[in-house]
C-alpha cells in the first residue's frame, strides 16, 4: 500500500518530528512560545488552504479574511453559553436562533467550515465570471460586505463590540494536528486528478476548458475547500484570541496570508507551512521595531507600525528579485528526487 | 422628500461623485495602459491628502500652495512606485504586478503611519469653506460647488491633452498596443511615466478636496476610497475617461440618495460600491460606456 520509498519515508519522518515536536512544546515551554506556535499551526491551516485557491489553482483571490470571519463568529457564537450571551449582547437582545445554537468543539469547528463553504459555493457563481485583477478586487470587496454585515446585525453579531470570554477549549494538539491535517488533505488533493485539473486552469485556463476540464466547477471546488478549511482555522483563531470584533478579519490578514504564500512559493504546501514559520515568527522577533528603536547608539524614538512597512518590503522585494519564492511550485519531500524523473 | 432637500441631495451626490470620478480616472489610465489594477492609487491619494496637512500644519503654507505641494509629492511617491515597483515586472505574469501593487499600498500605508502616527488627524481647511448659504430651505457649502466645478475643469483639460496633443496620442496608442508602439520610435516606458503623473496629480487634488469635506485623516483612508473608485471606474467602463468620471457621480449620487431614502440602512452605505461592481460584472461587464478591450481606448 505504502512502498517505502525515499519518499514515503521522508514524508513520515517529517510528520513523526512534528508529532514528537509537539509533545515536547505542549509539556516543556513556556506559555508565550505555545502561544506563538498555535498562531504559527493556525497560519498554517489558513495559508495552506488560501493557496490551494491561490498557488494551485492560480485564481488571485483576496477573500480570506472574509471566511475566517464566518468561521470565528461561527465557533464563538457555538461555544458561548446562552447566560454569557445574554451578558454579552448589549446593543440588542440576541436573535433566538443565536441563543439556540450551542455545540462542543468539533462540531462547532465543523459548522464553521461548513457555514464558510456554503458562502463560498454561493460566492462562487458572481466572482468566477470574472478573472484575474477583477477577482482580485471583487473577492477584495466581499472582505468589507462581511465586515459591514457583522456590524450592522447587532441583533447575531454584538455589531461592532464584537464577543468576547470565548472559552479556551485548545492546546497545541489541536492546532497543530489539524495543521498536520489539513497540509496532509491538501496534498492528496493536490496529487488527486482534482488537482491535476486545478493546476490545468492556472496554467491555461482556455487550454484546460478545451480539453474538457469543466473550469468553473474546478475553480468552485477549490474556492470551496479552500474556505472550508479557512473556517475552521478562523475558528481555531476565535478560540486562541478569546475575543473577535469586526474590525479585527481586515485586509491586514489577507496580506499576511499573501506574503506566506508568496514567500514560500506560490503552489506549494510545503512552502506555505515554511512561509507560516518565517512570518508568523519573524512576526514576534521584529516586534523590537515597534518598541523605542536605539540603532548605532542613536535614538530613533519609538514607531509603531515599523514592522509592517519591513514585511511589505519584504514581500516587494521577494516579487521583484525571487519571484518563486523558496520552494517554487516544489514540495519538500520531492526535492531529493532524481533529476530527469519529474 | 420636498424639492429643495432633493436638489440640495443631488448636489451633495455629485459633488462626492466628483471625488470619486477623480480618484477614478487615475485608476483607469493605468488599467488601459498596463492592464493592472494598481492598489496603490488610492494611498496615493492619502499621501495627497496628508502632504496638504503637512504642508499647512508644519510648511505653514497656505491651502492653494498646499495643493501644489501635494501634487508635488503624490506626482513624485507615483512615479517611483512605477519605477521602482512595476517597469521591472513589465514581462513578468500579470499575478507578479498585481501582488507588488498590494505590497506598495501596504508600504504606504505603513510608512505613513510610521511618519505621521497612527491617531487621525484633524484637516483644518480656511474658514472660507466652513461659511454656509441657504438656497430655498437648501443649506450648501462653497465645496458642493467647487468640487464639481475643478473636477469639470480638469477632466476637459485631461482630454484635450489625450485629444489634441502628441503625448496624448501616444498614450492612447499604448493603450492599444504597447509592442507596436515601442517599434515606432516611442519610448514606451516615459509615456508611462506622464500617465502616473496625470494619474497621481488628480489623486492628489481628490485627496485634498477629501480631506476638506471630511477633515478625518488616516494612513487607511485611502483603501475604502480607493475600492469606491475603482468600482466607479469599472461601472463607467474601464479605460474611459469619461466613463470613470460617470460612474463616481453615479456612484456618489447613488451612496447620498441611499442614506437620504433609508436612513435606518445607513450602515450599508459602503457596500453600494461593490454591489455595483458584482452587478456591473455580471450584467455588463464593459461598463456603461461599453468600452471593448480590443477595441476602443479612452
Avoid: C
Wanted: aromatic share 14%; net charge neutral.
Amino acid at each position: 500500500m505504502f512502498p517505502l520509498s525515499k519518499t514515503n519515508l521522508l514524508k513520515l519522518f517529517l510528520i513523526l518530528s512534528i508529532v514528537l515536536f509537539l509533545f515536547v512544546a505542549q509539556n516543556n515551554f513556556n506559555d508565550y512560545t505555545i502561544r506563538i506556535l498555535n498562531n504559527i499551526a493556525i497560519f498554517i491551516i489558513l495559508a495552506a488552504s488560501y493557496n490551494l485557491i491561490n498557488g494551485v489553482t492560480g485564481q488571485f483571490s483576496l477573500e480570506p479574511n472574509g471566511f475566517v470571519a464566518i468561521g470565528a463568529y461561527v465557533t464563538a457564537l457555538a461555544l458561548l453559553s446562552e447566560d454569557m450571551k445574554w451578558e454579552l449582547f448589549q446593543l440588542e437582545d440576541p436573535h433566538p436562533w443565536i441563543l439556540a445554537l450551542h455545540l462542543d468543539l468539533i462540531p462547532a469547528l465543523f459548522f464553521s467550515g461548513l457555514a464558510a463553504t456554503i458562502v463560498a459555493v454561493f460566492l462562487a457563481t458572481p466572482v468566477f465570471r470574472v478573472r484575474g485583477d477583477y477577482l482580485a478586487i471583487v473577492t477584495l470587496g466581499f472582505g468589507f460586505i462581511i465586515k459591514v454585515i457583522a456590524i450592522n446585525n447587532p441583533e447575531f453579531t454584538n455589531g461592532s463590540i464584537g464577543l468576547n470570554e470565548i472559552p479556551t477549549v485548545i492546546n497545541l494538539y489541536w492546532t497543530g494536528g489539524l495543521a498536520i491535517l489539513t497540509v496532509i488533505f491538501m496534498l492528496n488533493v493536490i496529487y488527486s486528478k482534482y488537482g491535476r485539473a486545478m493546476k490545468a486552469v492556472r496554467d491555461d485556463e482556455d487550454a484546460a476548458s478545451a480539453i474538457g476540464i469543466n473550469t468553473f466547477k474546478i475553480k468552485t471546488l477549490a474556492f470551496g475547500t479552500s474556505a472550508f478549511f479557512e473556517g475552521v482555522g478562523g475558528g481555531l483563531l476565535a478560540i486562541l484570541l478569546t475575543t473577535i470584533s469586526p474590525d479585527l478579519f481586515t485586509f491586514f490578514l489577507t496580506f499576511q496570508l499573501l506574503i506566506i504564500i508568496v514567500l514560500g512559493g506560490l503552489g506549494s504546501m510545503t512552502g506555505a507551512v515554511i512561509g507560516s514559520v518565517i512570518v508568523v515568527g519573524g512576526m514576534e522577533w521584529l516586534r523590537f521595531l515597534d518598541g523605542p528603536l536605539f540603532l548605532f547608539g542613536m535614538d530613533f524614538g519609538s514607531h509603531p507600525g515599523l514592522r509592517m512597512v519591513v514585511f511589505s518590503v519584504l514581500l516587494i522585494i521577494i516579487m521583484l528579485f525571487a519571484r518563486e519564492g523558496i520552494m517554487g511550485k516544489r514540495e519538500l519531500f520531492t526535492l531529493f528526487k532524481r533529476k530527469g524523473k519529474k | 422628500m420636498d424639492i429643495s432637500t432633493f436638489i440640495q441631495q443631488l448636489i451633495n451626490g455629485i459633488s462626492l461623485g466628483s471625488m470619486y470620478g477623480l480618484i477614478a480616472i487615475g485608476y483607469t489610465m493605468v488599467y488601459g495602459v498596463l492592464r493592472l489594477i494598481n492598489f496603490a492609487h488610492g494611498d496615493i491619494m492619502m499621501v495627497g491628502a496628508f502632504s496638504s496637512f503637512f504642508g499647512m500644519s508644519v510648511l505653514g503654507l497656505d491651502i492653494y500652495s498646499s495643493v501644489v505641494f501635494a501634487i508635488l509629492i503624490s506626482v513624485i511617491v507615483g512615479v517611483l512606485t512605477d519605477k521602482v515597483a512595476y517597469k521591472p515586472l513589465r514581462h513578468a505574469p500579470r499575478i507578479s504586478l498585481l501582488i507588488t501593487a498590494i505590497g506598495i499600498s501596504f508600504f504606504l500605508e505603513n510608512l505613513v503611519n510610521v511618519l505621521f502616527g497612527g491617531t487621525p488627524k484633524s484637516f483644518h481647511a480656511p474658514a472660507f469653506f466652513d461659511q454656509t448659504f441657504q438656497i430655498g430651505s437648501a443649506i450648501f457649502t462653497p465645496l458642493v460647488f467647487i468640487v464639481p466645478l475643478v473636477t469639470i475643469l480638469l477632466l476637459l483639460l485631461l482630454l484635450t491633452l489625450l485629444y489634441r496633443t502628441k503625448y496624448g496620442i501616444a498614450i492612447r496608442a499604448l493603450a492599444f498596443d504597447i509592442k507596436t508602439v515601442s517599434l515606432m520610435g516611442i519610448d514606451v516606458n516615459k509615456i508611462i511615466m506622464y500617465v502616473f503623473i496625470i494619474g497621481s496629480s488628480l489623486a492628489a487634488v481628490g485627496g485634498v478636496f477629501w480631506a476638506i469635506n471630511y477633515p478625518i485623516l488616516t494612513p487607511y483612508m485611502g483603501v475604502m476610497i480607493g475600492l469606491k473608485a475603482f468600482a466607479a471606474a469599472v461601472l463607467g467602463g474601464i479605460g474611459s475617461v469619461y466613463g470613470a468620471f460617470l460612474g463616481g457621480v453615479i456612484l456618489g449620487f447613488t451612496e447620498v440618495i441611499f442614506v437620504a431614502f433609508f436612513p435606518e440602512y445607513g450602515g450599508y452605505k459602503d457596500a453600494i460600491a461593490f454591489v455595483f461592481l458584482i452587478l456591473v460584472l455580471l450584467f455588463r461587464p464593459t461598463g456603461i460606456m461599453g468600452i471593448n478591450f480590443e477595441k476602443a481606448r479612452f
